[in-house]
């Protein structure tokens, strides 16, 4: 049993009194920001919180995290030195009374009997509204996984290819029984989950933008997991082995991860989609990996085996495009350069070849005639067509336009295995859920 949980019914965050003149609304210099620490329940013992705070439009916003769940600022104000804030969380209500003390912000949380002292530091400035494409309410939730078990099925060319209909059915009532004590990501990833168990790769639910993206990117090689960029001020990660997020060991992670990936493809792609999942709040926090979804403590090792931990911050939505990365590496190997660019190339003398980048079909036509021209301008003895990076698109895509290559050309093939079974179901189309920002995609 959860202890906080049912203490925190109608708790009061209070020390101070507050100017009955004060009134809702909030103006530039007021107290904001992101804002981390703890409170010492008598029941509970220390409780790890952050408070991500934000004035929008003169009024309040924002969340506070506690692991008994996630508490929307429906309103408050700053009057006299005290801030105070209203939250709720369906029936659960909490009331913020704090004084903000250089960076610090000091007060009490009180349920019931249970008085709990607590204090912020400010480490950030506000974030946007956490979850904020994910903002409903469980009826709403329970509307959207009926829509997803009712549709679904209907929808697909073949739903039940892999998983049996009476597996899906229990998946979703199991699912549908929980509701009331998940949070937000909790139930996306549940979802998520659900539309994976259909096996192709082709069938999921569209991360929303709001996803808590952490600006560090790893990959994998062979059992290890390394860091290959970050931004400025992590620097001494990079190129150091990733050993735990939070308190998971990698390799308990990466087994847990599993779980929202297609469940019938092949082992390639279920690990490469991993690897994503490994930097991003919205699965990490819907896993119950991280306490919360803007935060994760990442724990790495240098080549001597010396470990020590980062807290990487997410990112804003919208902002993932603005990240200035630095990379392990001083030279990006050549697959890997000009990474905005969905089809490029180059000639390199020391080989007299043409090497081309190509990872999308946007623009092909007219793209691919400056590929043709630098060709009869070099004469190369060699052409590489780079498919590496590509994620595909239609039936006519990568996969097949390697297997052209192969029949209709003296084309050598060679590189990994390819990402999806080469027979699966594709031409996939989107439904959108009733509340819900994000889509199901579905073959």
């Known amino acids: 049993m959860n202890v906080f949980r049912l203490a925190c019914v109608g708790l009061t965050l209070m020390t101070w009194p507050v100017s009955g003149q004060a009134q809702n609304g909030c103006k530039p210099g007021d107290p904001a920001g992101y804002f981390e620490g703890a409170a010492t329940s008598q029941q509970a013992g220390k409780l790890d919180i952050s408070l991500n705070l934000h004035c929008d439009n003169g009024r309040y916003a924002g969340e506070l995290v506690t692991p008994a769940g996630t508490y929307t600022v429906k309103d408050g104000h700053f009057d006299q030195g005290q801030l105070h804030l209203n939250l709720d969380s369906g029936a659960d209500t909490v009331t913020v009374d704090a004084i903000l003390d250089a960076e610090v912000l000091r007060g009490k949380f009180a349920a019931g009997t249970d008085a709990s002292p607590a204090e912020l530091r400010r480490t950030a400035g506000p974030k946007n509204a956490v979850g904020a494409g994910l903002s409903l309410s469980k009826e709403q939730w329970r509307q959207d996984v009926a829509y997803l078990a009712a549709e679904l099925p209907k929808r697909h060319a073949n739903a039940f290819h892999f998983i049996s209909r009476e597996r899906f059915e229990a998946e979703v009532a199991e699912l549908d029984g929980k509701l009331d004590r998940l949070n937000a990501d909790e139930i996306y990833a549940g979802m998520d989950r659900i539309a994976n168990l259909i096996g192709d790769g082709h069938t999921y639910i569209k991360v929303p933008e709001d996803n808590a993206n952490f600006p560090i990117d790893i990959e994998r090689f062979g059992d290890e997991h390394r860091v290959v960029a970050t931004t400025s001020g992590n620097e001494k990660a990079l190129g150091t082995r990733v050993i735990k997020i939070q308190d998971m060991p990698i390799a308990r992670l990466h087994e847990l991860l599993l779980a929202l990936t297609p469940a019938d493809e092949t082992q390639v792609l279920r690990d490469l989609r ?27 090792a240098g080549d001597n085996g010396q470990e020590f931990t980062i807290d990487i911050h997410a990112v804003a939505p919208g902002e993932s495009s603005k990240i200035s990365w630095i990379p392990a590496f001083k030279e990006r190997p050549l697959f ?4 905005g660019d969905n089809f490029w190339y180059t000639y390199l003398p020391d080989s007299h070849t043409v090497s081309c980048s190509f990872r999308g079909y946007k623009g092909l036509g007219k793209q691919a005639k400056g590929l043709f021209d630098l060709i009869q301008q070099q004469h190369p003895d060699k052409l590489v067509i780079d498919l590496r990076l590509n994620g595909g698109g239609d039936y006519f895509a990568a996969m097949s336009n390697s297997a052209h290559f192969r029949y209709q050309t003296n084309a050598i093939l060679a590189g990994q295995q ?6 699966s179901y594709q031409e996939a189309r989107e439904m959108k859920l009733p509340n819900h920002t994000g889509r199901c995609v579905t073959p």
């Open 274 to 300: 991993v690897l994503g999942f490994l930097t991003t709040g919205i699965f990490l926090h819907g896993m119950g990996i991280i306490p919360d979804r803007n935060v994760a403590r990442y724990t790495l």
């Open 336 to 339: 890997r350069q000009k990474p």
């Open 418 to 423: 390819i990402g999806e079974k080469p027979n």
